[in-house]
């Protein structure tokens, strides 16, 4: 690394403590900045953690309180438009916690989906719930399903904490690894001391964490907001990742940080600490990109996120970049 891109990185990883609580803040400001480049736009893109859903069809029990933003269709119409000229060539599809009930018609939803000539989805990471008896016959049902690659319980809201390291539970994610599949974690920050435990009784499962462990921009301000608190400290969410990163059967999911900004405002420096973190601890092969659409809308659309973390991370080696865009996700997710 060059000296200018030592000074830049180690820039954007103390910016935020002084620029977070400025009024320039609003993600607005961060189009008119420079971007990568003209070769980093041309980086194709897979998405690794893409959510669809149409109220009419799925109506999952979290999206009933939801944001209104969240509260609308979108289904890969409307994925084309918020992808349009980003070279986004594929998608994983990320489950959407819909009720039990829906679980296999979720997941033969999205294999048609992934079926149809054209679509940009061409994986999926399905529901269920490991910790319940009768998992095993669930999740052998797609154990021939080329299309499913991956399990996720939301591990946060409602779970309550421990769940993932019940006997039942481990036995069931042990078995994902059997079958060739992976699970993707995604806890509360302050838990993420269970998912490293996880990993370590299940060294034949591949883990993906997604949304940097669920790191927080607002641990990393000086001033945050005295009505939406940080979930961690950064000293407790760096040291949980760098356990995490120890494990080599895991995998960091550049995603979902972004919806967790202040809703105030957020800027480029305020995620640089998350991203840098997770990509200097988990190294460059052991990364993925997500745009955690539509969730994401939360605080910015698409193109601001990719055009936010394009900043970040362009003082890295180009075939660094390309790992994270599109070159790991073919392997962590065993794309064909």
Not at 12 to 23: D, I, R
Not at 42 to 55: C, G, M, R, S
Not at 123 to 136: K, L, M, N
Not at 225 to 243: F, K
């Amino acid at each position: 690394m060059s000296l200018s891109e030592r000074n830049r990185r180690e820039f954007l990883q103390t910016a935020a403590v002084g620029s977070c609580a400025v009024a320039g803040m609003l993600h607005t400001s961060l189009l008119a900045q420079p971007v990568a480049g003209a070769e980093s736009d041309a980086i194709p893109i897979i998405d690794t953690h893409q959510h669809l859903w149409d109220l009419k069809t799925w109506d999952p029990p979290w999206l009933q309180t939801a944001d209104p933003v969240l509260r609308a269709r979108y289904t890969l119409d409307e994925y084309h438009q918020a992808t349009a000229g980003l070279n986004v060539t594929q998608a994983v599809y990320m489950e959407i916690d819909v009720a039990p009930a829906l679980h296999v018609a979720e997941a033969e939803a999205i294999t048609r989906l992934c079926q149809q000539p054209g679509s940009p989805t061409v994986a999926a990471v399905i529901s269920g719930r490991p910790g319940e008896a009768g998992f095993a016959a669930y999740i052998d049902r797609f154990r021939d399903n080329r299309y499913i690659k991956g399990l996720r319980q939301v591990l946060h809201a409602q779970a309550p904490r421990g769940l993932c390291l019940t006997d039942q539970f481990v036995r069931s994610v042990q078995h994902l690894g059997e079958l060739g599949m992976s699970f993707d974690i995604c806890m509360r920050p302050a838990e993420l001391s269970d998912a490293v435990e996880l990993a370590r009784r299940c060294p034949h499962t591949n883990f993906i964490l997604d949304h940097c462990g669920n790191g927080d921009p607002k641990a990393f301000m000086k001033s945050p907001p005295a009505d939406e608190p940080p979930q961690h400290t950064v000293d407790s969410w760096r040291r949980e990742i760098g356990r995490l990163a120890e494990q080599p059967n895991t995998s960091c999911k550049i995603s979902g940080i972004i919806a967790a900004a202040p809703k105030s405002g957020w800027n480029v420096e305020m995620l640089a600490p998350i991203v840098n973190h997770c990509l200097d601890e988990f190294g460059p092969d052991r990364v993925v990109f997500g745009s955690d659409w539509p969730v994401c809308r939360l605080r910015a659309n698409y193109r601001d996120w990719v055009t936010a973390l394009r900043q970040i991370v362009a003082d890295r080696p180009k075939d660094q970049q390309e790992k994270l865009w599109h070159g790991n996700a073919p392997r962590i997710y065993r794309l064909t």
